[in-house]
Structures are given as C-alpha cells and as structure tokens.
C-alpha cells in the first residue's frame, strides 16, 4: 500500500534524526471498494516498552495524569482485619513492591537464595521492562470507618455514591475497602503487577481480592495521542481534561491535611455495552444518541474533531442538531455549571454471554476533587441520555487516592504518624 | 518466511542507522534489595503497528507461521444451516472481510453514504493500522459430515480428538463447526476483527458465536524473540518448532488433494491454571515440575536454556536430574518417537473465581500435520506429567486449516467447485 510505504519512509526520516516528533491524528484514506485505510505510520504507532515512571514524589500518584498506557488491570479488596497495625503493614509492603515493579523490577527474586524457599515474585514479567507501569492505590470508605480509628483521618468528601438512576448493578461488582489500578503498555506486565499485589495480600492474610477487570486500548486522550474509540466506535475522550488549570481545578484535591494535598476520589464504574444492539442501528441514529460524527467526531454542529459543539445550533426541522437527549449535551461542562472529571477509561470483553451476544464494554475510570461532580453528571445522564437503551452500569465504587509517597515513606503513611 | 525476514532486516536497518542497537536476550542485572532489573532498551521492546501479512497466497494461512502477535482473540462458531451454499456464502465473506482487516482497512464503511443505513464496519480499528493481524480459519469436523454433502472433502485425518487422561471440560467450552483466530499487536484490531466477522455470522444467518477467549502475552517464541513467559512465571516455547524442515515434517499437510496442501490442523486448549497454589510452591519444586531452572529457562541439567536436555544424566541421589515426571521429560520429541507440534499460546485471565482466587491459564494452541500428533503426547502428558497438579483443560477443540485462498478466491473454495 502507497500509505504504508509513505508512512515507513517518514518513520525513517523520523528516527535517522533520532527526532520525536509526534504526528498528529491522520485523516483516513480510501481504499478501493469502499473501505477505510489505515493512515500513514507515525511515531506514535511505535510502543516504547522500556520507558518508566517514578511511583515515589512530592505530588500526585502515577497513573492519573499519566498518558494513558494501553492496558489496566484493575482490582478491588475487602480488608480482612480489623487491626490499624495490619493495614499500615500491607500499605507498606504494597508501596514498596510498587516502586520495584515500577522500575521494571521483580519484588524480590524469583529464585530465591535459600535452595527451598518459595520465590518472592512470581516472575512472569521477567525481563519485559518496566512497559510505562503504573499501580494506584486507593483507600475506600470503611478504611476511614470507626474499624481502624481513622474516621478522624477521613477525606472530607468521602463517602460511598449515592444511588443513581443508570445503577443496575450486578452482585460482586460493588465496592471494595482497597483499589489497585495497574496500567501498562504490556499486558502482562500489568497481570503480574495485580497478581503479585493480591498475593501479598494473601500473605499478609489481611486483605481479599473483591472484583477485578482487565481493560484495553486506550479509551481516553491525552495531549499528542490521537483520541482513542471506544466499542461504540466512537472517539472517547475529546473533551476530556488535558490542561494544568483544569487539573488543578477539578482533579487534586487542594485544601484539608497535608497528606490528602494532591490527592484526588478516583469513582469506577463497570458499564456493560449492548455492542451486537448497537451494531444494528442506524450510523446517522447512533450520531444523535452521541451528539457527534462517528468517523470524524466532530459535534453535529461543527466539522472537525476539536470544534467546540453549539448546543444552540437549530437544524432545518427547528430542533437542535445536537439532541436535547445527545450523550454530549448532557455531559458537557456548559450545561453542568462548568463541571469536568477527568476520565481514564479502557474497553473490556467479557467474552459471549448465556445468550450467545459479545460481552463487553466500557471501564469507566474518572478523577475528580469531589465525588458528587459525577453524581451530578450521572444524574443527569442516567435518567435522559439516549445512549441507557444500550448500556448498563453493572459495576461502581469509589476510593480515596492519596498523593505519591516520598522516597522511603509509603502510601497513606500520615493516617499512622 | 522470506518476506518476513526482509521486512525485519530492513526495519532493523532502519533502527540500527538511527543509533538504536539490538540486544539479544540479556540476562538480568541484579537491583539493589535482591529484585531483579529490567535489561537494557533493544529493538524487540518496540512494537511497530503499522506492519501488515498478506491474507491471500500461494501457500499456508497467516497466524501460524507468522511471528506471534502480542494478542490473541480466538472465537468458535456453531453453524446455523444445513446448506452447503450458505457456508460458501459465509466463508466467501469472511475472506473478503479478513483481507480488508488485515490490510488495516475498514470492513467497508463506518458511515455509509446512505444516510439512514447501518455501518459496515463498527469502527472501533478506525486509524489503528495493521498492527500485524492475521486472522486464520479452521473448520471443524462437522463441516466434513453428512450435512453439508462434504464428506467426500473430508481431510484424511480430520475427525473429533478421542479423550484423553487430562479433560475437565467446562460445559461451553468445547468443540465448534468453524474457528477463527485473530492475532494483532493491539488489542482493539484483534477484538475489532473478531466482532465484526461475529456480526457478518450473524447477519448472514448462518452461524452463532460458541465460545471465546482473549489472551495476552507472547506464550510462543519465533526466531529472533526471547522466549516469552506463560503464568507460571516459566518460559514456555524454548524448544518449539523454529525451522524449515519441522514446519515442513510437523506442520503442512503435503498429500491428499491440492486444496489441502499446506494446510494444517488446529488443536485448541483452554488449560486453567491454579496460579495461587502454583504461587505457594517452592521454587525448587516447580523447577522439578517443568524440568528447568525458572529464571533462566536452562533445562535441570544444563547452564542456558537453549542447552539439550540430558534426560539420562543423575544426581548425588542415583536418581535422573530431569524427574520422570518432569513436563520437559515427557513432552520431549526425544521420548516420543521425534514427535513435534508448532505451539502457539497465550496466557489468559477471567478475573476472579467463585472461591476469591485468581482465575487464569493458558489458551494452548498447536498446529500439526496429524492431530494424533497432539493426542499421543497429551495421553502421556495427562497420566503422568507433574505440572497435573496445577492446571486443569477446561477446554478444547479441532480444525483444519486450509492453506490460504488465491486472490480474488476464498478459505475452502475448492470445497464447493
């Protein structure tokens, strides 16, 4: 293909100057016959699995502001014990086996010194580099509860969501006193983070694994990525948070102790996608149930992706050309007194379900300084956004997530001083 | 495969110029605190996404031979009529579609110019490229039944796997009229291709979606790889078939009619793995149950993994270095009459189980020229194997895997000529 070779030849002029350059989302070409060509290679197809991030520092945890990696494992955990002591223990122990494997190392050696001791890490990442890992820790509700004597600690939004009306939750996907988020470029280097962290876990015999969800492709966008596309195969992410103000005014948290400084509630939502009902519908339907071109993803009032939607904008029928029941619409911070969350999503599969459908959807991870900014979202989407007839939230919680450690401290480490 | 090889010379060309060097397989360093470091950056860490394989040839399907793809998406299909045109009809579209795909284009439009009909292609790949997708089809034995008038068609040696010492199988988890494995370097282009040929079945009538799974990693090593790693934390594929003459001896069909020639049959495991018991073992112990060390990869009686097995040589104990029981020992061509099958796994999780323990495995697949092949070291393998105490197949089925269609042709024409 005439595109393939272009794009190899602008990656070799890319990389013989060793530059790298970022090119931006490509329009697509077309090929013979009607279907839609891959664009041009850029620097951004090229995965680098050696890169690292630091888990130890003065801010904010890794793995919120990070560009998004292309995998998650996500996992939540029921505290088995009801002694302080126990969960600073696993804390600490959680902390320190983050910061190795962050490094791309193992959590202690495999094989062991001692000829008939059991490995310390189990060793499936071995040798795969540190692939862009990030694990964050968040504490949920009852960590704070009157069982460890924290309440006096507690964040001061804090609290589990209150009902919604898109909840349709399953059992065993709520809740969880514990939440783990690995995201790497690897998939199995994100595998052997979670599993490494429950078995410390079970070790310790202070905590259990609650519910868990692998995600992939990157369903959300940061700044020089092309926005990624959900199973709707819609682009996701368009407006999402991407700038300094906006972090600082709606993810960190900014006031309380110091040790809650930086910190921000991640809220996780587990929304299953009626994919094979969708893939039935109309193209221009499924425009106005999102608000936005499908290919393009440019709002129904504008032409390109970035063009700000007018929600405003009257069609030839005298409606709005943006639906007053759009998915965008609904969301958008103009029509939600200015409100943002940062989104961090990914797609998953659940394989076929009884009925012989594709299971899947969507793990909804959002930041934000104050979990009641998606309850009011989520309000307001659960009860009018025309995208309910093909989705379910079938999983939710909602945790603390304290700022990065320093360097020989640990997470939450102030709720023990 | 020769293109294959050209295309890696002139990428590593291309990133040699650039002051990138490769690295082989590099030991690992020693960290500080006994973990084990990542190695050094080489050209194996980077995954190009903008490579693509032919779909159409002269000789064997992609995705058997091809360098094993980061992921795996492998769906079985139950059919749905008993006319012989309606699985031409089928297979004529799933081959126009997988070309489309692997050629990183649309299965024709996301937005149809119509402006009121439903998308061709459900656009979740839109702009990913190719990301090396091969999708191969096999046909399951009753394809070559009485229904469809094919008997006559039937490859010599195609019929259901007998059963054998080691099943478990899960109810759903068996068996199939057609398969359909997609391989890709991102997970959205393997799980794009998958859905979207679940939806042409669908569409047409034809067939129904029978069973799935989603797998990661690299569990099978080709030339120029390092030997990746499965969930047992051991390298899995060190002595897999690599060469011309065992593809040529193990791998192709070379009798029988010429519309099988160069095709190959498909055996297909879901092997549940009890990861957290495995977690407890002692090192020593597993390396007793694969019969290698862990970290290295080098068989019990050898330095480097790549050093032959002595499965004669004993220990201070007068007993063999390499127990009887060892996994290597039994599997080993050496002790089964030379045999060899092209393995080509992926490590998989589905979450956690009903008990709270992580629930993984394996999704084996092999390729040979007998299925037979497969049943006399899975006979010994299941009576005897040590690794028995750890993993369960909780799944399986087989196909034929025609060689792949002509252009302007498709997947087992020549059975409806």
Known sequence: MTDQTKGRLSRRGLLTTAGVGTLGAVAPAMAPGGSQAAPAAGMEDMVDLTRSYPFYGKGEQAGVRTPPQRHVLFMTFDLTTRQRADLQVLLARWSGAIAQMMRGETVGRVEPSQPNAVGFDTGEALNLGPASLTVTVGLGPNVFGETFGLSGHRPALMRPLRELPSDAFVPGLTGGDLSLQACADDPQVAYHAIRDLARIAKMTGFAETRWTVMGFGRASAGRGQSTPRNLLGFKDGTRNIKDDPDFEKFVWIKDGPAWQQRGTYQVVRKIQMQIENWDTDRVSDQNNVLGR?????????????????????????????????????????????????????????????????????????????????????????????????????????????????????????????
């Open 293 to 417: 071109h499908k290919v393009s993803g440019a709002p129904l009032t504008g032409k390109e992706e970035f063009d700000t939607p007018d929600f405003k904008q009257l069609g030839e029928d005298d409606k709005p050309l943006i639906p007053e029941t759009a998915h965008i619409r609904l969301a958008a911070h103009e029509n939600n007194g200015g409100l943002k969350i940062l989104r961090r999503s990914y797609n998953y599969t659940d394989g076929i379900n009884r009925y012989g459908f594709l299971d899947a959807g969507l793990l909804f991870i959002a930041y934000m300084n104050d979990p009641a900014h998606f309850e009011t979202l989520q309000t307001k989407l659960g009860a009018s956004d025309a995208l309910n007839e093909y989705i379910s939230h079938i999983g939710s919680a909602v945790f603390f997530v304290p700022p990065a450690p320093r360097e020989g401290s640990y997470i939450g480490a102030a709720l023990f001083a």
